[in-house]
């Protein structure tokens, strides 16, 4: 991998000294450490994106951060000063964005973020004029289940999240929509990712006896409480979050799933969505790729994020190339300005659309409710 | 809280305890006997349940390219010194480093992995597994043996961090689950116990025991026990201290792989799993002061009754409540023992 990296920068260094110009984008990705179950399928998505746009060829330069701050923060320094890169791509988790939007700023470079807390790109001020992002916010996805809940009867509802920043702004989202809603939250419990039991969170919860019971976890560490709830004989709704859309989930948690409700991208269930479903396309056709490269079934949501950021450049480059060359300050304020301006384009996750107080643009097309059953995903209407 | 939850608590707590309290035991056996802190302890826990869970899933346990590893490199390590020893040692060195992984490595690749009866898998498990402890004393402890114990603990470190980065690449970056030994559930009045925690906690016991009865009764036992209370003059009657070593590693091996094995149905495991669980024997272990094994266990016991309950009350602080225990439990040991330096 090393490598090919090495060769791959020898090239481009060849490249950039000939005639031709060419778009050299900089990749920070979680692809070891805690975030590792979305960074690695982020990181093949990135083999995957487009070599060339408008006729100019694009480099990647792809660093792992380790699902670390420090890392992340000194991969998007290098990018900046040794790659000279024009545009910046990641990182996997919220801690990782945040920290990088300080030098995407003061170097003016424009950045899109993976990872799913509003905070990243809300509100756009001075600094976060240069981020934007790519997963639907914890907000939307909140209201779909919040909705969901409302219109099937649930009055009560306990609350199980990650005792870090997914469970945090899961739990504060959560709350305050509830709150507006008119449910009545009536227990809030944290756990960690590597804890091997939840049997006290799990006992506290029922002892009052919610009609639903929402989980905040990503990945397959997400199971560890609905097996726990299932095995003390809780029989009411249970709702997971997007971050369990993984087929890894599916086979740790196995048959206590059954019946368990979670919004997601339609990337999700794409061959389910109905034909005049402007998603439907797009999604199969990053879902073709990603299986084409990696084998049938491989395929997860997080690497779609990835993929939609490929989609913001087709859009927008073209448009910067009209006003300077890559590599320049110019390219890249025309860059973002571009992505700033992108309309109506298909990603695997939702249309975006773009504006200047508004750098994630996806709408209510980008989520879906999705049912677990037989052992698959089945799309709720 | 009413009887019946604090009952459940007590069981999830005993369970989880248990397994603690044989990584604790493990831990205080490699201190005594190496004065190594082995934090690596976990990651055994990890591998031995990952690589269960491999197996189960009919897939080559890729555990085996380590042991292979491994062994070529305790073999060119050893090399020099057996050659000029000649003969049969040669053989010996060949036959355990290098033509025990590789055939092993055939073993398992011409075995249907997946049909296997489950003490077959476990079985299979601990043989890729379990050698790994006493070709890692070699390869990375023995050669720094009579370092500080600082030094040790740092080497410690690295070789924890090499082998999470090792398990990251050996079984991604998802969990597995392994199915129960027993389906079975007994209801006992109010509450209701599955087998697999029945097995947890028997198997920890006779594990107890077989290792008070190794120590207690046989002559490497006691070579070890010797080893522990005074390495020089252990020495002096003959125990070679790179022999006790290797013998503690395969111990600690054992053990952690087996606890792995025994808590892989009861929770998901993650290649990064094992370091928290090794910590909470850590924890247990520094209540024992790394030295007694009776009190290493019962406080590793608590270290598990105690999450259980802080996970009802107050379970954003759970691990906050466990690992400030260290606190009050140093300050206790300070003052009440009298220091005695260790020469080195």
Known sequence: MKLKHTLLA?????????????????VTVSATGPAASLGIPERNTVDLMPKEIAGQAIRYVVLDDQSDTTHAVMNIRRFVSDDKVDVVLGSTTTPNS?????????????????????????????????????????????????????????????FIGFADAYGEGWWNQFSTLAQVRGLNVVSSQRYNRTDTSVTGQVLQMMAQRPDAVLIAGSGTPAALPQKTLKERGYNGKIYQTHGVANNDFLRVCGRDCEGTFLPAGPVLVAAQLPDDNPVKASALAYIAAYEAAHGAGSVSTFGAHAWDSGVLLQAAVPEALKVAQPGTAEFRSALRDALENVREAAGAHGIFNMSPTDHLGLDQRARVMVEIKDGGWKLVN | ??????????????????????????????????????????????????TLAMIENGVFP???WLLLGAGVIVTALDAGAVVRAGGRRVMMLAGTHLLYPALLIGLLWSMPLKDLPLIGQVLVTLLVVV????????????PIAE??????????????????????????????RTSPFSQARFEIGPMFITGQTIWVVLSSLVLIVALA????????????????????????????????????????ALIGVLSGVLISPITTIYYDSGFLIGLKGFVGAIIGGLASYPIAAAGALMVGLLEAFSSFWA??????????????????RSLTTHHMEEEE
């Open chain 2, 1 to 50: 809280m009413d009887f019946q939850i604090a009952l459940i608590l007590a069981q999830d707590g005993i369970t989880n305890g248990a397994i603690y309290a044989l990584l604790a035991l493990a831990l205080v056996l490699v201190f005594a006997v190496t004065r190594v802190i082995f934090i690596p302890q976990g990651e055994f826990v990890a591998y031995g349940a990952l």
């Open chain 1, 10 to 26: 020898a090239i481009g260094l060849a490249f950039a000294a000939g005639v031709h110009a060419q778009i050299t984008v900089g």
């Open chain 2, 131 to 142: 050698p790994m402890g006493p070709m890692m004393y070699r390869i990375v402890y023995q």
């Open chain 2, 315 to 332: 379970s954003a602080y759970k691990e906050v409540i466990v690992f400030t225990l260290v606190i009050p439990v140093l300050l206790w």
């Open chain 2, 213 to 252: 009865m190794f120590f207690g009764r046989t002559i490497y036992g006691k070579a070890l026990r010797a080893t522990a209370i005074n390495r020089n003059g252990a020495r002096l009657m003959g125990i070679s201290p790179a022999l006790a070593g290797k013998l503690t590693f395969f111990l600690a």
């Open chain 2, 147 to 176: 370092a500080p114990v600082l030094v040790l603990l740092i080497v410690s470190v690295a070789a924890h961090l090499a082998l999470v980065g090792l398990g990251l690449v050996f079984f991604g970056a998802e969990g597995y």
């Open chain 2, 62 to 64: 890729a555990t085996a």
């Open chain 1, 98 to 158: 945040l920290a990088m939007i300080d030098v995407a700023a003061e170097s003016k470079t424009p950045m899109i973020s993976w990872a799913a807390s509003s905070t990243i790109v809300e509100p756009v001020d001075d600094k976060k004029r240069w981020v934007f992002k790519t997963p639907q916010n914890d907000q939307q996805m909140a209201t779909a289940i919040l909705e969901h809940m409302s219109n099937n009867n649930v009055k009560t509802v306990a």
